[in-house]
């Protein structure tokens, strides 16, 4: 897997953690594609390039294929659960994260990013939740030299416990500088709040999706070493007031 392909990657998921939400990912010197095969390396970058477009459910079937053919391989088995970690398929990536968690280089990213997310999943056991916060490679204090961008997101009168709605939010670079930067997790909940750290200081693109409908798409600015507050709510959406978000 090229440096800068597996960097993007790393930074996909570990923009997954939030406050009291579901998160993920991470990457590291697991064992390179064990079976290096044409075909095996054509669809791992193929779903690659899927993943750069948010193209999620393509990048899986590529993924899938590829690792139909490499069933051990630690890099394929890590970019397959990121992609589905951006979807609805929560099962699946629970299972693949968990092979990552247990078959990948200990104190890897990838191993440390699957065990985040899986921990904030509540699919942790005790033991492994206690490997984590123990690791070394795991970050106590957020970056300084970075930022946070978090807020409400909020519909109606929709509340988590009446009515579960989900929503895919992604922070996407949008200046020479960043443009490379994409963090999304898909778990975020209407009624609830968002929040992303460590983000790198920059102008971005929030886009925040309910059931494959974009409802909000705006602009931020995000500085270093600050908080930065964004709510989503009807005021500043993209659809018309009277949308109703399907539920889960």
Not at 16 to 29: E, I, S, Y
Not at 46 to 71: F, R, S, T
Not at 156 to 175: A, F, H
């Amino acid at each position: 897997m090229h440096e800068k392909t597996r960097a993007l990657l790393v930074v996909a998921v570990l923009g997954l953690t939030v406050a009291g939400c579901q998160r993920a990912p991470a990457l590291a010197p697991a064992a390179s594609v064990e079976i290096v095969g044409s075909d095996t390396v054509r669809l791992k970058a193929e779903g690659d390039e899927l993943m750069k477009q948010q193209q999620y459910e393509q990048a899986i079937v590529k993924y899938q294929a590829a690792l139909a053919q490499a069933p051990t391989d630690v890099p394929i088995r890590f970019a397959l659960a990121v992609a589905l970690s951006h979807t609805s398929h929560r099962d699946e990536t629970i299972e693949h994260f968990r092979f990552v968690a247990q078959r990948g280089a200990p104190g890897s990213v990838e191993v440390r990013t699957a065990r985040e997310w899986l921990a904030s999943a509540g699919e942790l056991g005790d033991s492994e939740r206690v490997a984590t916060a123990a690791s070394p490679t795991t970050p106590a204090e957020p970056d300084s030299k970075k930022g946070r961008i978090l807020g409400k997101i909020a519909w109606k009168d929709i509340e988590p416990r009446t009515k579960m709605v989900r929503v895919n939010v992604s922070l996407i670079g949008d200046e020479v500088s960043n443009r490379e930067v994409r963090l999304g997790r898909p778990d975020f909940k209407i009624g609830k709040g968002y929040e992303f750290v460590n983000v790198p200081p920059g102008t971005y693109r929030l886009v925040a999706e309910a059931g494959g409908t974009s409802m909000w798409d705006l602009k931020v600015e995000v500085p270093a070493e600050k908080a930065t507050t964004l709510d989503l709510t009807e005021s500043n959406a993209s659809v018309a007031k009277d949308f109703t978000p399907p539920t889960d």
